[in-house]
């Protein structure tokens, strides 16, 4: 069983800053990638962010120069520093652990409103 432990989510006013985080904990033994996808109303999952175990980032076109990807490989923690928040970034954010087989964090809601 893997367990994956999101916190960081939250209302923001447009152009604030949140910091979302995300460990793994569990029966695993390898954690090749990390990331973040998120899922506004209405519309599909989309990824967001994601990271390799040696640290090569990948971003959707919408948040890159905004948002940041980092992860503490010692830690099994995934982060997500995201700046210069627009009311286009609402959705539910999800993390995602490539192990053995893919895992997925229960979500959490991020709202940039004024």
Known sequence: QVQLVE??????????SLRLSCAASGSIFSIYGMGWYR???????ELVATITFRGVTKYTDSVKGRFTISRDNAKN???LQMNSLKPEDTAVYYCWVQARHDYWGQGTQVTVSS
Not at 7 to 16: A, D, F, I, K, Y
């Open 7 to 16: 916190s960081g989510g939250g209302l923001v006013q447009p152009g604030g």
């Open 39 to 45: 899922q506004a109303p209405g519309k599909e999952r």
């Open 77 to 79: 923690t995934v982060y």
